[in-house]
């Protein structure tokens, strides 16, 4: 490389429309950065490299941009964002592959707390729901649990890579911030759960912790979950399995409701 291309390539900037929100109160607006470009970059060095230096391309100095991020390595979830238009993981989105200007915007089905960093809480709400975890008998050594067949282990891996990105609510058309439809993410995780031999204790009051408003009925199969997720946990697949058994329950509940569980009748004779 001579003189020139080398020159050519150190003076190459990448242009972002990052939003800008102080407040949750208050109106939002675009701010567009420049930032030297560096082949295999992704979007969170860049917002870091903004960080650095915050000044528009207006030459205006503003305050650093406030995102989410921690692991960088696609497996904490914190850096999900809009980046042009799709919601996708900062940080294992490379500029390379992006059309310029890079817009970056929050999820929308999510509060905004300040630029691109919003709430999630409803995703955790959800997972306390469906009692997204296995109850313990006190913190002594129980022993081996049941033995599983690999069948089962590789399933129950593959929903165990959830990484709570939230992409799956903010791809979902029937997610609104307004409503409390509970996701693709809690449905799976409630599949996950009641296939782990000691959660299947609790398998039906997971079932039933989607049979309320905001449980699997509200979902439309628009199947987006699945396209956008990271992990690419079969989404799709999770639901069709819960809601069979949302149904089985149901016909349970009208049809044997009445009828008193065997073994607890009087004694023998």
Known sequence: MDTAQASAVTTKTITFRIWRQDDPAKPGHFDEFKVPYVKGANVISCLMEIQRNPVTVEGKRVAPVIWDAACLEEVCGSCAMNINGRVR????????????PITLEPM????????LTV??????????????WVPIDGTHNLGPGPRQAPVDQSVMYVLSTCITCGSCLEACPQVTQENDFVGAAAISQARLFNM?????????????????????????????????????IPLVTSIAVMNREVTKLTIKDIFFQDEAPKGHGSGPG
């Open 89 to 100: 993981m900062a940080c294992s989105a490379l500029i390379d592959k992006l059309e310029q």
């Open 108 to 115: 929308s089905k999510f509060p905004v707390v300040r630029d």
């Open 119 to 132: 709430n999630r809480d409803r995703m955790f709400d959800a997972l306390k729901r469906i009692k997204g």
């Open 196 to 232: 782990n031999p000691t959660g299947k204790m609790n398998s039906e009051e997971r079932v039933r912790s989607l049979m309320g408003p905001g449980g699997i009925q509200d979902c439309g199969k628009a199947q987006n979950c699945v396209k956008v997720c990271p992990k690419e």
